[in-house]
């Protein structure tokens, strides 16, 4: 299946790479149509597949209407630019041409959110895609195929490949693919990423995290507990952004540890399709029996727990994969807790002394993806703008996101950057051209500057 998909981008790259701008803009505008008019719909399937409430998903599909709307007005505006050289007799320009046939690859928690990040950008600049979605959660993704379909998408540009991690390494290995985009785990990453090696194409890694977002003394209290919950409990933990560790001033400590764990265990649990539930269940059964090992592991080691704890119980949760909104306080940041990506709805409350303890626990991890910020001091946001590691940072607000502006990681979190104008730079390369105007004759064997 891999092989066909792959061929039949191969076959309808040339045609759509000289598809005017305009023409694809319009597609993508199309496109972008169909998902407007199918939002709930497509959001009701996404809840059904993964478990995500659709208070969430719902918005999601907005979001995927409006990344296919700011890179289709991209479409006819990839500007090169004129170089003045040293010779001025040498006119040098730039353009940017789409790299190929692209390997976009998507992870269960969000996949059609996570597909508006590579496939817009990837289609808007004239390249053609196989996309392999989780396993786990494939139905969205194959329906925004057919959409795309009938809203005149050339067929063989928009290809969909189904199936587990076997499929996706094939579908890396193939010489037909001339530039991957992963969202995934940090274990795949490195093995896609060693398989682009092999060949030397480019990839783009948007890996895990195990995002601080930090609370000083001075911040509304009332925002900043707000905005920690919605950072680890929103989609149950299941997002490489999760603010799974929750860093706190002492002086402010006592009072966002009780505000945090009581507002966990107030969290409604139930059916994700109701739009009253604020948590759903996890997606899927390795996921849940993960998630609970890891805080029974916790427990064993002595963190204490503030609000949760286990699996939920109680009328309509038992048959599910619903685990209770869980806080550990007082822990330890060097522990398996504040060090390992759960994926799941579990916070790590961690006291600090002052901006420097802070930036040291927010930067002792292996990850960089994102960070929030609480204070009211303006300065010292700014410093610690200036000396966190993360390619997101959050200055009195979570989990915010836009299309312009661009995402991504550093560190083991990955690279590469998604959404925003940045994001065109994956998906295309710079040709540059030299034309020599002049007339009299040069030395053969000298090269000319």
């Known amino acids: 299946m891999s092989t066909q998909a792959v061929a039949a981008a191969r076959t309808a790259f040339p045609g759509w790479r000289d598809t005017p701008g305009i023409e694809r803009a319009r597609l993508l505008h199309r496109l972008a149509d169909a998902v407007e008019k199918n939002a709930d719909r497509l959001a009701q399937w996404e809840t059904t597949d993964n478990g995500k409430v659709i208070r969430e998903t719902r918005p999601q599909m907005s979001f995927v209407a409006r990344n296919l709307r700011f890179f289709a007005g991209y479409a006819d505006k990839l500007y090169g630019k004129t170089i003045p050289l040293d010779n001025a007799k040498i006119f040098d320009y730039t353009v940017r041409r789409p790299r190929g046939v692209c390997a976009l690859i998507t992870a269960w928690n969000s996949p059609l959110a996570l597909l508006a990040n590579k496939l817009p950008p990837a289609l808007a600049t004239g390249n053609t895609v196989v ?21 005149g998408f050339p067929p063989g540009v928009f290809n969909v490949v189904t199936g587990d991690g076997a499929v996706g390494d094939v579908l890396t290995r193939h010489a037909g693919i001339d530039m991957i985009s992963l969202t995934g785990g940090g274990t795949v990453g490195r093995r896609i990423a060693a398989n682009a090696a092999e060949r030397l194409i480019p990839v783009s890694l948007e890996l895990g ?241």
């Open 131 to 151: 996309v392999k979605p989780s396993e786990h959660a494939s139905i969205t993704t194959i329906e925004l195929a057919r959409l795309a379909l009938e809203a």
């Open 209 to 449: 995290g195990k995002s601080p977002n930090i609370i000083f003394a001075d911040a509304d209290i009332d925002r900043a507990v707000q905005g920690a919950v919605a950072g680890i409990f929103g989609a149950a933990g299941q997002t490489c952004v999760a603010g799974s560790r929750l860093l706190v001033e002492r002086a402010a400590y006592a009072a966002v540890r009780d505000a945090v764990s009581r507002r966990a265990d107030e969290v409604t649990l139930g059916d994700p399709r109701d739009p009253a539930t604020e948590m759903g269940p996890v997606a899927n059964r390795p996921q849940f029996e993960r998630i609970l090992s890891m805080i029974e592991q916790a427990k064993r080691s002595g963190a204490a727990v503030t609000a949760g704890g286990g699996r939920a119980r109680g009328a309509n949760l038992e048959d599910g994969f619903y685990i209770q909104p869980t806080v550990f306080a007082d822990v330890d940041p060097s522990s398996t807790l504040a060090q390992e990506e759960i994926f799941g709805p579990v916070l790590s409350v961690i006291p600090f002394d002052d901006e420097a303890d802070a930036i040291r626990i927010a930067n002792g991890t292996e990850y960089g993806l994102a960070s929030g910020v609480w204070t009211r001091d303006i300065s010292r946001a700014f410093r610690m703008i200036s000396e966190l590691e993360a390619g997101v940072v959050w200055v009195n607000t979570y989990r915010t996101s836009a299309a312009q502006a661009p995402f991504g990681g550093t560190k083991q979190s990955g690279y590469g950057r998604e959404r925003g104008e940045e994001a065109l730079e994956d998906y295309t390369y710079v040709k540059n051209v030299m034309i020599d105007t002049s007339t009299e004759a040069r030395d053969p064997f000298v090269i000319r500057t």
